[in-house]
């Protein structure tokens, strides 16, 4: 688990802790507002939780793009195209009858 997955999981405790404090007492986690309502922390907590859910989908990304680059190159390898036939278009019209 890399650095963005573990915020990511840390972010979303707290967006939780928020969520809940708030929807409690509207005053607590926004102690520095004069008239908190629970629509400003659902917006808040909609926010970020938005944000934790990209840090963890971009950590789960990079880790499964760092597994594949510590593969040997041989698994890697892109097969060798295949040769396929093309048909080729009539080149020669047809004479004309008189």
Do not use: H, Q
């Amino acid at each position: 688990m890399n650095s963005m997955t573990s915020g990511a999981i840390t972010l979303l405790i707290w967006t939780i802790l928020i969520f809940c404090l708030g929807m409690y007492k509207p005053k607590w986690p926004l102690f520095f507002m004069k008239n908190p309502t629970r629509f400003i922390i659902m917006a808040i907590t909609l926010i970020l939780f938005m944000i934790s859910a990209t840090l963890f989908g971009e950590g789960n990304r990079r880790d499964k793009l760092k597994a594949i680059a510590e593969k040997p190159a041989i698994e890697n390898a892109i097969p060798a195209p295949v040769p396929v036939p093309v048909p080729l278009a009539d080149k020669v019209k047809p004479a004309a009858t008189k």
